[in-house]
């Protein structure tokens, strides 16, 4: 079935890095594509998504683009924060409605 | 306004008993999802409700498991004769309506089975 493969974490950052965490998928179609994020004792929230080859998606200094040569879905931000930490989720829904989520990255900036 | 809330917060059971989860979505939102969040199957999809069509049951891991939505509004997640594996946070997720459009999470109940 459709899946998203993402990087082991965790990561640890310094303050100000550049941040890439890695997502590939599978998918017999063309799903729309998704970043989630879990910060600390709060419940996930959607960062950004895309919904077609080329798009890209953007929140709060962090994109991805949806590669559909890669079949790929990176996230990357250019100067991480502290309130960056993180876990954070890559996914897909190949029914448009329920989503299949990779494994995690949890994310640590340290100042 | 209020998010999706969830109760309870925290479930400790014991092996084979069963047990009740409930999820509130937004007030208007007519897609409620029950997601499963364990540490080693990660995050999976359960079950999904959209108005008054027939909910997608696909996620369920099995007969003991089950969940209503009454009056297109509050659900409940059961599950009978609990196991050690069934041990995971439960998320319950809502969203306006059920295809291309975000969804909002709860913050989940924790269930452990003793």
């Known amino acids: 079935g459709d899946s998203v493969t993402q990087m082991e974490g965790p990561v640890t950052l310094s303050e100000e890095a550049f941040l890439t965490i890695n997502c590939t998928y599978t998918a017999t179609g063309y799903p729309s594509l998704f970043w989630y994020v879990q910060y600390p004792g709060e419940g996930l929230q959607l960062l950004l998504k895309a919904t077609k080859a080329d798009d890209k998606g953007s929140n709060k200094g962090f994109e991805a683009t949806y590669r559909k040569e890669t079949t790929s879905f990176h996230l990357e931000k250019g100067s991480v924060q502290v309130s960056d930490s993180a876990v954070y989720f890559c996914a897909l829904s190949p029914t448009g409605y329920a989503l299949n989520f990779g494994k995690g990255t949890s994310l640590l900036v340290t100042p | 306004g209020a998010g999706v809330s969830q109760s309870p917060s925290n479930k400790v059971t014991e092996k084979g008993k069963d047990v009740e989860l409930r999820c509130d979505p937004i007030s208007g939102h007519t897609a409620l999802y029950w997601y499963r969040q364990s540490l080693g199957q990660g995050l999976e999809f359960l079950i999904y409700?959209?108005?008054?069509?027939?909910?997608?049951k696909s996620g369920l891991p099995s007969d003991r498991f089950s969940a209503e939505r009454t009056g297109g509004s509050v659900s409940t997640l059961t599950i009978q004769r609990t196991q050690q594996e069934d041990s995971a946070v439960y998320l319950c997720?809502?969203?306006?309506?059920?295809?291309?459009?975000?969804?909002?999470f709860g913050p989940g109940t924790r269930l452990t089975v003793t």
């Open positions: 409700f959209q108005g008054n069509s027939a909910p997608d």
């Open positions: 997720a809502s969203s306006i309506t059920g295809t291309g459009y975000e969804q909002y």
